[in-house]
């Protein structure tokens, strides 16, 4: 065995001596180093063997001041390393004449070479000797990586066509993006590189008629095709049912003669291809390919792209899901938390909705994005949420509050902010809950924020806020006419409020009267 192995140089490296190799399973000598004594190796080709068996470094003799240390070569034909090695430094007048004996060495040639070598601690020896074993072990799976990897891509440049299609299928992959608009996009594609008829992909529901926990889902089955697809949806589903797909992750591959067979109930499909769209266990439908376009059956490179793609679209879906029904659990927490606001002050009750509609529309009239858009909406909803944490007695009282019940009052925003802030969903929600109550000139609270250090969200829902506050009847008062809330806009507009926000408020006044007269 050549010494000039990697594992070997990985060793002589280590150690800084060059080792015998040993055959690890018959522990015959292979290679003699030059730089080791003669020793008599043979009588421990036992030892030998059971080092390469252990896969350990393991000190097979230790006779001080010499120990022989062997070491198991990972990937190198169960070859085993061997040297000796001395413990202590060793002086030419010194007697080894013991421990040559004992390893078959001529006491003169041992100690010669003794005394030219550098001490090891035994323990030292051991780690070194662990480490160089795990970082062969190491360069081995490297190789075999690199191998495997060589191999992969020569098997992907065979089948260009296949990556292709699902490259551009992941860069698809967006989760505002439907299960079935992602469908018809892979449907389309797929018959540039599938030699069928016609494919489809039957979608399952995901949620029942009567599910309030999944509402928005899915509650029957849709069949996206393309090209002539022999089947309708009900068919679809009795082909799924006769094939037991339900019962397989695997794909389903027919072809004649099953196809041919009195039993078969579909003579319009002769070749046929099924793959699940699956995440994990959930199956939400599944892609077919039917009908070879030049009648011959269909094997295993069309099923395994099939598997990719489905296995691309099941993902895709189980995200969609996710993300769906955590979005419909954030809906619910919010819808519970602004009922238990309206339930603490039946007064109000419906303010935070309006609240939130009327916001909505200033933010739509100022040109801000959907995202805010959405974000000013929840704010809305929640920019009250604190006045759970309000005494009734002064939430409900009809007439003026005293200093120190309006105080009280005012740490709704910071109860707020301390209920919603571990809800990482409801991030962009928090500024508008603590700032809502902030003035344009300084003087609100809690931070007495001014102008444009107030979030833009925070100064469109105070508008909205206020608004609806003077627009409804309160026990202490009517709501006020619509020309004097307009006014008391116009006075306060950048003191009190945003400017370009009351502008907003007076230009879209009729679609924002039709919202709370809707609300009422």
């Known amino acids: 065995m050549a010494p000039a192995s990697k594992t070997a140089a990985l060793v002589e490296q280590a150690f800084g001596v060059e080792f015998n190799l040993v055959d690890g399973e018959s522990g015959e000598l292979v290679y003699a180093s030059p730089d080791q004594p003669g020793a008599d190796w043979q009588m421990r080709a036992e030892l030998f063997r059971e080092v390469a068996r252990r896969g350990r470094p393991e000190f097979v003799e230790e006779e001080p001041p010499l120990v022989v240390l062997a070491l198991p070569l990972a990937g190198a034909d169960e070859c085993v390393a061997v040297a000796i090695f001395v413990t202590r430094p060793v002086l030419p007048g010194d007697d080894v004449s013991q421990a040559a004996r004992a390893l078959g060495i001529d006491p003169e040639e041992a100690l010669r070479w003794a005394s030219r070598q550098t001490p090891w601690a035994p323990g030292s020896l051991e780690r070194v000797g662990r480490l160089v074993i795990k970082q062969a072990a190491a360069g081995a799976r490297i190789k075999e990586l690199e191998e495997d990897t060589e191999s992969l891509s020569v098997n992907l440049a065979a089948t260009y066509e296949e990556i292709s299609l699902l490259y551009r299928l992941t860069q698809n992959l967006k989760i505002s993006q439907s299960d079935k608009d992602l469908g018809r996009v892979a449907l389309e594609w797929m018959q540039e590189v599938v030699p069928a008829e016609g494919l489809a992909i039957q979608l399952l529901p995901v949620a029942g008629e009567d599910d ?309």
């Open 212 to 520: 309030s926990l999944t509402r928005g889902g899915r509650t029957h089955s849709v069949l996206l095709s393309f090209g002539r697809c022999p089947v309708d949806d009900e068919q679809f589903s009795r082909l799924a049912e006769h094939l037991n797909l339900r019962e397989s992750s695997q794909p389903t591959v027919v072809n004649p003669p099953a196809t041919q067979d009195d039993s078969w109930p579909f003579p319009q499909v002769e070749q046929l291809i099924t793959v699940p769209l699956a995440e994990g266990r959930n199956v939400f439908g599944w892609l077919a390919a039917f009908n070879h376009v030049s009648g011959e059956e269909f094997g295993t490179v069309e099923a395994s792209l099939l598997s990719s793609v489905g296995a691309i679209l099941g993902i895709h879906s189980g995200n969609i899901e996710l993300y769906r029904q955590q979005s419909e659990l954030l809906a619910g927490v919010v819808r519970a938390l602004t009922s238990a606001i309206d339930a603490k002050d039946p007064y109000t009750c419906g303010h935070s909705d309006r609240v939130a509609r009327i916001a909505v529309r200033l933010a739509q009239e100022l040109g801000c994005d959907q995202k805010l858009v959405d974000t000013i909406y929840l704010s809305g909803l929640l920019h009250d949420i604190g006045k759970i944490g309000i005494d009734d007695s002064v939430l409900r009282k009809p007439g003026k509050l005293s200093e120190e019940e309006y105080e009280h009052i005012k740490t709704h925003v910071r109860i707020g902010h301390r209920i919603l802030v571990d809800l990482k969903k409801l991030d962009e929600v928090l500024p508008v809950v603590l700032y809502h109550h902030e003035s344009w000139d300084g003087r609100g609270y809690p931070r007495r924020l001014a102008g444009e250090e107030i979030p833009l969200s925070a100064r469109i829902v105070a508008v909205a806020d206020s608004l609806d506050a003077m627009g409804s009847d309160r026990p202490y008062r009517e709501r006020m006419p619509d020309e004097k809330i307009d006014d008391i806009f116009r006075s306060g507009a950048a003191k009190q409020w945003d400017a370009q926000v009351v502008d907003a408020l007076l230009r879209a006044r009729d679609d924002i009267r039709e919202i709370m007269r809707d609300e009422r």
